[in-house]
Nanobody, 126 residues
Framework: QVQLVESGGGLVQAGGSLRLSCAASGRTFSNYAMGWFRQAPGKERECVGAISRSGGSTYYADFVKGRFTISRDNAKNTVYLQMNSLKPEDTAVYYC???????????????????WGQGTQVTVSS
């Protein structure tokens, strides 16, 4: 079992930045590929970014490329999502997720993940 706790959400003006953190506990963090997802009201949950177990491979959704950066610190059992140039359409609840996997792989579909955090709200005002 892996427990995930997100933090760092909040209210920010358009063009601003936030850094989300997801702290993991319970198992060896470096054994898990990680993902960040978001869900806005009335919309399906979508993958924002994903990262392999070592951090050597990353994925970004087209709508965040060049603005968001996913990273991880396996010594701190934490995955991060640095969000820059935020837009009102980035407003959503952001979730981190974990699953075991092959060392160089990342996963982009929510049903591929076993463990989820409780989510953190990000609101971007115009």
């Amino acid at each position: 079992q892996v427990q995930l706790v997100e933090s760092g959400g909040g209210l920010v003006q358009a063009g601003g930045s936030l850094r989300l953190s997801c702290a993991a506990s319970g198992r060896t963090f470096s054994n898990y590929a990680m993902g960040w997802f978001r869900q806005a009201p009335g919309k399906e949950r979508e993958c924002v970014g994903a990262i392999s177990r070592s951090g050597g491979s990353t994925y970004y959704a087209d709508f965040v490329k060049g603005r968001f950066t996913i990273s991880r610190d396996n010594a701190k059992n934490t995955v991060y999502l640095q969000m820059n140039s935020l837009k009102p359409e980035d407003t959503a609840v952001y979730y981190c997720a974990a699953r075991g996997g092959y060392s160089g792989s990342y996963y982009t579909r929510d049903h591929e993940y076993y463990y989820w955090g409780q989510g953190t709200q990000v609101t971007v005002s115009s």
